[in-house]
């Protein structure tokens, strides 16, 4: 039970409300800040007639397999089967203020078949490092996505 006269963060999704006190004061501004980035992207996106559907993540991570290889791994609020991916567009990184260390990027999907330029757009953060060194930065290469049903496609 959501506690309804704490101030909602609107997950976008419309029918789903989380509080400040449910995900900790950090997260929520963090919340807040990357869906303002988000937006931003949309409108932009809009503005040169493109017209993105956005998802809701229910939760983002980075596995780290071996010495080098990072896994940034995203699950989905929708039945979508991501192997129908066939393109990944990821915007520049951006600092984000209320939490150092890590980066904000807008990615974009793109799918086999039609409509093929109606991307998807999600927001993802991750830690700028995660090991010391070369091989400690996040290449945002390796992606793993899971949809609702639990299917994971790499």
């Keep these: 039970m959501v506690d309804q006269s704490a101030p909602p963060v609107d997950t976008k999704a419309g029918d789903k409300f989380v509080t400040s006190e449910q995900i900790g004061p950090d997260t929520a501004a963090v919340f807040h800040w990357s869906m303002q980035q988000l937006n931003a992207e949309v409108l932009r996106l809009q503005k040169q007639q493109v017209s993105p559907i956005e998802i809701q993540v229910i939760d983002m991570s980075v596995l780290v397999q071996g010495q080098k290889l990072q896994l940034n791994r995203v699950v989905f609020n929708t039945e979508l089967d991501f192997n129908l991916v066939e393109r990944i567009m990821i915007?520049?990184?951006?600092?984000?203020?209320?939490?150092?260390?890590?980066?904000?990027?807008?990615?974009?999907?793109?799918?086999?078949?039609?409509?093929?330029?109606?991307?998807?757009?999600?927001?993802?953060?991750?830690?700028?490092?995660?090991?010391?060194?070369?091989?400690?930065?996040?290449?945002?290469?390796?992606?793993?996505?899971?949809?609702?049903?639990?299917?994971?496609?790499?």
């Design 91 to 154: 915007s520049p990184s951006v600092p984000i203020p209320c939490k150092p260390g890590f980066q904000y990027v807008n990615v974009l999907l793109f799918g086999k078949g039609k409509p093929q330029h109606t991307p998807i757009i999600f927001p993802y953060v991750f830690k700028t490092r995660l090991r010391e060194g070369k091989q400690g930065k996040n290449s945002l290469k390796h992606w793993v996505f899971v949809n609702s049903k639990c299917e994971e496609s790499y």
